[in-house]
């Protein structure tokens, strides 16, 4: 696919091959740019060139194979992929430092290294999420470096993108933020989106499926960087927020036996509440929202800004594994010795990401009480085992039923489509006993009766089955 012409066509250098790179590194290609993407990880730049990716991602696999070698390459020498370059992407780790704000020495580094790798004007463009006023300190950096003013612009370009959807998201964009503090920086990143906001990109027949279309094409908003930059945090916040929100709306109608998912569909039908993220659960995790919330909160505090908002919402998000945690020991009345089916290691369904994942937050607190966990995840297994414990204890099955087997319950940690179509007869022909904690709200309370579980869930009554008449594994 070619879709842009030689004319628009823009030389880009992307630093970091980790989720935001790596996946802006093929969706440039994709629409015909022509990428260089640099890391100084020798053996994942390895595995890109022989086009094998390092994450689990839809359609990120097939895409790197269309444009591998032709749209994109991959390289450990960052002066070969500054030096054509008009646009350096910068898409390095920010990872949330002791007090809560962003560790942005990955970032200082790679600068430093670009303004000694410098060979004429570049646009130097924030795709990691860093705080505001960080375009200022890049400025900073490079005038440390040597770099005349002229040589350079910065921009600040956050990314929106969803693991398991982030293809999709940045080929159909809710919105495209440029933040950009001259017309010459942004005019170069126009060109670059133009795919994309001109719609020519889903004219091609064989362009990603999406909410954008020719007729639909997506839309890019420019401001100043200082603001995009704090659109990335606040917009972050924001869904942590509603998630924490929904979560103690959960609690409060757990409390007096009402119905949470009846209460998120009444409320989400409000055309300025809407559906999205109104889902009771265990919490947010992944490597995005609890890093932007801390970081956020620790923005505003450096500002002298009141935001003890953000505070609340970390708090309730801590609180509902707390909650879920004493789920558990209500339902099966003591735990030491007891042996737990975890459906679920991901922080969230489609991706093996373990970060913060509140999956594993629930494992650990589930051996240090002396419970057996067998756990099962259809892409997080080989991420879990290298971030979990040692122990006899511990062990991992190939499918939720295995998992299950013998076990005196079954907690539900993850929202996969597998852990959501389960054969509930012999789900439950496998357990010791028929016990459902499920953290996701995957289940009708009333489907799991009727197939004899006692079953326990996030803002709804619990059923408790009767065991009698509970029918036996087939002794054949």
């Given amino acids: 696919m070619s879709v842009s012409s030689a004319s628009s066509s823009v030389t880009i250098c992307v630093i970091g091959s980790g989720y935001v790179g790596l996946v802006a590194a093929v969706c440039f290609a994709e629409m015909g740019h022509r990428v260089i993407c640099v890391d100084n990880n020798e053996a994942k730049v390895a595995q890109l060139q022989r086009g094998e990716t390092p994450i689990f991602e839809a359609h990120l696999p097939q895409m790197l194979a ?45 600068v430093s290294q670009i303004a000694q790798a410098m060979n004429g004007y570049k646009v130097l463009v924030e795709k990691s999420t860093v705080p505001v006023y960080t375009n200022e300190w890049i400025t900073r950096c490079m005038h440390r470096h040597g770099v005349p003013s002229d040589h350079f612009d910065i921009v600040s370009n956050p990314e929106f993108l969803r693991e398991g959807t982030a293809v999709g998201d940045f080929l159909h964009p809710d919105r495209i933020v440029v933040g950009a503090n001259n017309d010459r920086s942004a005019a170069l990143l126009r060109r670059i989106y133009a795919p994309l906001t001109t719609g020519a990109y889903y004219a091609q027949p064989d362009a990603l499926p999406g909410p954008c279309s020719t007729a639909q094409p997506a839309s890019l908003v420019v401001t100043s960087a200082q603001s995009a930059e704090i659109i990335k945090h606040a917009s972050n ?42 889902r009771a659960g265990l919490g947010y995790g992944g490597s995005c929202f609890p890093k932007d919330v801390a970081a956020f909160s620790w923005v505003a505090e450096q500002q002298g800004v009141d935001f003890h908002l953000l505070s609340e919402v970390r708090k309730i998000n801590d609180h509902q594994l707390d909650l879920f945690f004493e789920k558990i020991r209500s339902a099966l009345w003591t735990l030491r010795g007891k042996k737990i089916a975890a459906l679920g290691l991901a922080f969230k369904a489609d991706t093996d990401d373990t970060r913060d994942s509140p999956a594993i937050a629930l494992i650990r607190r589930l ?11 259809p892409a997080a297994i080989d991420a879990a085992q290298r971030i979990l414990p040692t122990s006899d204890a511990l062990t991992f099955a190939d499918d939720p039923y295995a998992a299950a087997e013998g076990a005196d319950a079954v907690v539900i940690l993850t929202e996969w489509k597998e852990f959501a179509t389960l054969d509930l007869n012999r789900l439950n022909r496998a357990l010791k006993f ?28 619990a059923i408790y089955a009767s065991t009698q008449g509970r029918p036996r594994k087939n002794p054949l």
């Fill in 66 to 110: 269309r444009h591998l070698n032709r749209g994109v390459t991959f390289t450990t020498d960052l002066a070969a992929g500054i030096h054509p370059a008009e646009a350096v992407f910068i898409a390095v780790g920010t990872p949330q430092g002791s007090s809560g704000s962003a560790d942005l020495s990955y970032v200082e580094a790679v």
């Fill in 237 to 278: 916040a924001f869904l942590a927020m509603k998630i924490s929100f929904i979560n103690a709306v959960a609690n409060l109608a757990e409390a007096v036996d009402a119905d949470i998912e009846d209460i998120a569909l009444g409320m989400g039908l409000d055309a300025r509440i809407g559906p999205r993220f109104l």
């Fill in 367 to 377: 051996l240090d009480a002396g419970v057996a966990v067998a756990a099962c995840d």
């Fill in 434 to 461: 028929p016990i459902v904690i499920d953290g996701r709200n995957l289940y009708a309370p009333a489907v799991m009766r009727d197939h004899g579980f006692t079953y326990v869930s996030v803002g709804r009554p």
